[in-house]
Nanobody, 115 residues
Framework: QVQLVESGGGLVQPGGSLRLSCAAS????????MGWYRQAPGKQRELVAT???????NYADSVKGRFTVSRDNAKNTMYLQMNSLKPEDTAVYYC?????????WGQGTQVPVSS
């Protein structure tokens, strides 16, 4: 059974920072690339950032320079550090792992960015 457990969401003001966490099993964390996605109200789910086992990262253009994805191998946890948040970053953020042929998702954590 694949479980991805997210935490760290919450209301934040524009310009503020927040860190999301995604915990997975050791097997998943040490074998597969993982990613963060988000879905804003009325919009499709979109890729935010990915991180491979070898710590290669990739970011959506909209978050480059503001968001950082990282992995803590000792804790089997992936993080998304979000800085300089904007109202347009408001969304439900999901942790993801693709284990062919399926995609697995965390439960989602809400990040409203508002003053």
């Amino acid at each position: 059974q694949v479980q991805l457990v997210e935490s760290g969401g919450g209301l934040v003001q524009p310009g503020g920072s927040l860190r999301l966490s995604c915990a997975a099993s050791r097997t998943i964390f040490s074998t597969y690339a993982m990613g963060w996605y988000r879905q804003a109200p009325g919009k499709q789910r979109e890729l935010v950032a990915t991180s491979t086992v070898g710590d290669r990262t990739n970011y959506a253009d909209s978050v480059k320079g503001r968001f950082t994805v990282s992995r803590d191998n000792a804790k089997n946890t992936m993080y998304l550090q979000m800085n300089s948040l904007k109202p347009e970053d408001t969304a439900v953020y999901y942790c993801n792992v693709h284990i062919p042929p399926f995609n697995y998702w965390g439960q989602g954590t809400q990040v409203p960015v508002s003053s």
